[in-house]
């Protein structure tokens, strides 16, 4: 089975600052990773995914994440902080047939003026 | 083109009582998924189809809860005798391919369910 652990369920941040959002995943089989986010009262959007090719994945408005390995994670980063970032992010994995997600407790980012 | 719609978007019922809720999903995605997220915390998995069959219902927390998708588009999630603890935003999403690698699953702004 599959799980991912996210560390912080809120992260406050100063518009124009590093964003970074930490993933860990467990999984037994080599794992496909995503990034969604959710504006209130939205459903999820899909920011990026990592799917065994590229370990570096860059995805919308200018997020990226990394997939390492040996560290079981794929932490979400944006070098500089927008008010429009302000939302809930999650990290999602599946494996095997694919047919399942699971997803993350969430991150509520907060963008300071 | 359009997105996955839910409806309704809101409802609330009292405890006991039955409640249907519809997705419609992205015209032509072969798979459809159901998601409970609970406040506070992230999607939870219920069941997931692949066109008018039913390929995975584990997620499904009792029996009190039955999907269907009899021609493979249109969904319904169905709860029966509802109980305060089904309160929660019910996510439906669905994705193009059946198999090899996973494909992006585009979400509905889901169906926020009150039970009183």
């Known amino acids: 089975a599959q799980s991912v652990t996210q560390l912080g369920s809120h992260v406050s941040v100063s518009e124009g600052a590093l964003v970074l959002l930490r993933c860990n995943y467990s999984s037994s089989v080599p794992p496909y990773l995503f990034w969604y986010v959710q504006y209130p009262n939205q459903g999820l959007q899909l920011l990026l995914k990592?799917?065994?090719?590229?370990?570096l994945v860059k995805g919308i408005n200018g997020f990226e994440a990394e997939f390492k390995k040996s560290e079981t994670s794929f932490h979400l980063t944006k070098p500089s902080a927008h008010m429009s970032d302000a939302a809930e992010y999650f990290c999602?994995?599946?494996?095997?047939?694919?047919?399942?997600?699971?997803f993350g407790s969430g991150t509520k980012l907060n963008v300071k003026p | 083109g359009a997105g996955v719609s839910q409806s309704p978007r809101y409802k609330v019922a009292k405890r006991g009582q039955d409640v249907a809720l519809r997705c419609d999903p992205i015209?032509?995605?072969?798979?459809l998924f159901w998601y409970q997220q609970a406040l506070g915390q992230g999607p939870e998995f219920l069941t997931y189809?692949?066109?008018?069959?039913?390929?995975?219902k584990s997620g499904l927390p009792s029996d009190r809860f039955f999907a269907e998708r009899p021609e493979g588009s249109v969904s319904t999630l169905k709860i029966q005798r509802t109980q305060q603890e089904d309160s929660a935003v019910y996510l439906c999403?669905?994705?193009?391919?059946?198999?090899?690698?996973?494909?992006?699953?585009?979400f509905g702004p889901g169906t926020r369910l009150t039970v009183l």
């Open positions: 999403a669905s994705s193009r391919r059946t198999s090899g690698s996973p494909d992006t699953q585009y």
């Open positions: 189809f692949q066109n008018e069959a039913q390929l995975d």
């Open positions: 015209s032509g995605h072969v798979s």
């Open positions: 999602a994995v599946t494996a095997g047939n694919f047919n399942k997600f699971y």
């Open positions: 990592y799917t065994s090719a590229a370990t």
